[in-house]
């Protein structure tokens, strides 16, 4: 996702929980950063400003400089994809718990923390590997002749991203209003009670290995209620 696209759209590992808004994801996917149209919009716009910053800083045509900004994007963005979806299995879920039930201000600032966090790595990865591309593309001497060029282009870029993010970004319902936080998917099978007169009452999941499902229970009046459980709570029933 690397580059300028910045904006690629999902909500990674919570997407089941509950309803999720579009992610803007700086090329590497930048999550908790609300940002429609996502990378069908964006990219263009963003090949064409750093391309026009990169003909500023670097001379040559046009049209070649447009070519050289969009393979440096799309090799960043390919980059940015694949760490993305090397590390987050590791650090998601607790990245998410930390999000959704963190002591450490409001949910608003822990969502910019972890955005702010993201931006910095991927628009590092982002920076180097374009510098790196454009470089062997001009056949330069050495790559220290695009270091500062790719990194005013990527910071112009990046603006844009966290420009549209703010503006677009819309306030959260508060969670407590609507998620049970003293159950989860670790600890919601210890509270459903088998019955024999309701056997669907169980924490249902698509595969074993997932740490999330449905927790299906009985009710007073005979019914049955289903909530849906994560690492961070399940939804109230109540």
């Known amino acids: 996702m690397m580059k300028n696209s910045r904006s690629k759209i999902r909500f ?4 089941p929980f509950v309803c999720i808004p579009h992610i803007a994801h700086a090329d590497a996917m930048i999550p908790y950063m609300v940002v429609p149209w996502g990378q069908v919009f964006l990219l263009p716009i963003v090949i064409l400003i750093e391309a026009a910053i990169l003909q500023r800083l670097l001379g040559g045509k046009f049209r070649t400089i447009i070519f050289q900004s969009s393979l440096a994007n799309f090799a960043s963005t390919v980059l940015g994809a694949a760490l993305y979806l090397a590390t987050m299995p590791l650090v998601g879920d607790r990245l998410f718990e930390w999000w959704f039930k963190g002591d450490f201000s409001s949910e608003a600032v822990r969502s910019a923390c972890i955005s702010v966090v993201f931006v910095i790595f991927l628009w ?6 374009e510098a790196f591309v454009i470089a062997r593309m001009r056949k330069v001497g050495s790559i220290r002749q695009i270091l500062f060029p790719s990194a005013i282009a990527n910071l112009a870029s990046y603006a844009i991203l966290l420009t549209l993010a703010l503006w677009f970004s819309k306030p959260h319902t508060p969670i407590d209003l609507k998620i049970d936080l003293k ?19 169980g924490f249902w999941k698509t595969n074993c290995t997932d740490n999330y499902g ?4 009985s009710t007073t009046d005979g019914k049955y209620t289903v909530a849906f459980c994560g690492p961070g709570g399940c939804d109230k029933t109540d």
């Open 12 to 15: 990674w590992w919570s997407i």
């Open 124 to 129: 590092t990865i982002s920076w180097l590997s």
């Open 183 to 201: 159950r989860n998917s670790a600890n919601i099978e210890a509270s459903l009670k088998p019955d024999k007169k309701f056997p669907y009452i």
């Open 214 to 217: 449905l927790a299906i229970e």
